[in-house]
């Protein structure tokens, strides 16, 4: 399985931002799929994540109202739409997918590489 993300970029603070993550190879169809991140000098976190059938989902307070994580599974892609970002949003972004749930406190199979969102002042 390989994760590949995407759609990462420099935008100004209140901008949107939509990343999208691409699966190739055997199916994650039944794998929770979530996002985290990473910032300079700061520990890995959770940021969303949502279950294979895509209506559980599940999100850290600090994004909560302002990103939403939804899949196609048609098309083996998730997505983050990130709305009124902030500085404090920038990070490495990174998917990944588990067989056993979906938000902070499981296991991940799989990570994609990350993509790096910047948001200026």
């Known amino acids: 399985v390989q994760l590949q993300a995407s759609g990462g970029g420099l935008v100004q603070a209140g901008g949107s931002l939509r990343l999208s993550c691409a699966q190739s190879?055997?199916?994650?169809?039944?794998?929770?799929m979530s996002w985290f991140r990473q910032a300079p000098g700061k520990e890995r976190e959770f940021v969303a994540g949502?279950?294979?059938?895509?209506?559980?989902?599940a999100y850290s307070d600090s994004v909560k109202g302002r990103f939403t994580i939804s899949r196609n599974n048609a098309r083996n892609t998730v997505y983050l739409q990130m709305n009124t970002l902030k500085p404090e949003d920038t990070a490495v972004y990174y998917c990944?997918?588990?067989?056993?749930?979906?938000?902070?406190?499981?296991?991940?199979?799989?990570w994609g590489q990350g993509t790096l969102v910047t948001v200026s002042s």
């Open positions: 990944a997918a588990s067989k056993a749930g979906y938000d902070s406190r499981v296991a991940y199979d799989y």
């Open positions: 190879g055997p199916t994650v169809d039944n794998y929770g």
């Open positions: 949502i279950w294979w059938m895509g209506k559980l989902v």
